[in-house]
C-alpha cells in the first residue's frame, strides 16, 4: 500500500535514502516531481577510500489526494560526526536554500538523519579510542542553519512543549562499546 523514492539506480547506493508514502495520499492523476540532490561538501574519506557514500538528500513532490495541497517531502542523510560541523553546516544551507524555494502556499515536511542536534548538555561527551569526543556545540548549529535558510519551523518543537534539553540530558556519554550493543538496553535512546 506504499509507493517509494529511493533515488535512482545509478545513486541509491551512494546514499541509501529513502520515501515512503502511503498511496492512497497520492493523487496519481497529477505529476509528480522526484529529484535527488549530492552535497556540494562531502566528507571525502567516506567516498574513497571509504565505502563509496556521497552523502545527499531526495525531494519527492506530489500533490495530496484528499485536499489538492502539493506536498513536498525531503529526506537527507547529513555527515557525521562533530569533527565536521562546518561540512554538514553547509549541507544544511545548501538543503535549506532548495526547501525555501518551494513556493508557500504548499507543504513541505523535511526528515532524516541530520546527524546534529538542536542541544547537547556539554561540549565534551563521551570517549572514543580513551579520548573525549568535544565539539558537541558547534555541532548544534546546523539545526539553526536549516531553518533559517530553509524558512521552516520545527513542527515537533511547534506542537508541543520541546524534551530536547531532557532527552539529551538523559543519553548516556558516548563509548566504543556502543558499536557491541548499538541499540543498548531500555535506558539507552
Not at 571509504?50 to 485536499?67: C, I, N, Q, Y
Not at 557525521?80 to 535549506?96: E, I
Not at 547537547?120 to 542553519?145: H, I, R, S
Request: aromatic letters at 14%.
Amino acid at each position: 500500500g506504499y509507493l517509494v523514492y529511493a533515488g535512482s539506480e545509478a545513486h541509491h547506493e551512494e546514499h541509501g535514502l529513502a520515501i515512503a508514502v502511503r498511496a492512497e495520499l497520492v493523487d496519481q492523476d497529477a505529476p509528480q516531481v522526484r529529484r535527488e540532490h549530492q552535497y556540494e561538501q562531502q566528507r571525502e574519506l567516506e567516498d574513497f577510500p571509504g565505502p563509496g557514500v556521497a552523502r545527499g538528500f531526495l525531494e519527492w513532490s506530489f500533490v495530496h489526494a484528499g485536499t489538492g495541497v502539493r506536498m513536498h517531502l525531503f529526506d537527507t542523510h547529513a555527515t557525521s560526526f562533530p569533527g565536521y560541523y562546518r561540512t554538514r553546516d553547509f549541507q544544511m544551507r545548501q538543503l535549506g536554500g532548495v526547501v525555501r524555494a518551494v513556493p508557500e502556499d504548499e507543504v513541505t515536511f523535511i526528515g532524516g538523519d541530520f546527524n546534529g542536534g538542536a542541544y547537547y548538555p556539554d561540549d565534551a561527551f563521551g570517549v572514543t579510542d580513551g579520548e573525549t569526543v568535544t565539539g558537541w556545540w558547534a555541532n548544534a548549529a546546523a539545526y539553526a542553519l536549516l531553518l533559517h535558510y530553509a524558512g521552516v519551523e520545527d513542527l515537533h518543537n511547534a506542537a508541543g512543549v520541546p524534551t530536547d534539553v531532557a532527552d539529551m540530558d538523559a543519553v548516556p556519554a558516548w563509548s566504543a562499546a556502543h558499536f557491541d550493543a548499538p541499540f543498548g538496553d531500555g535506558k539507552f535512546c
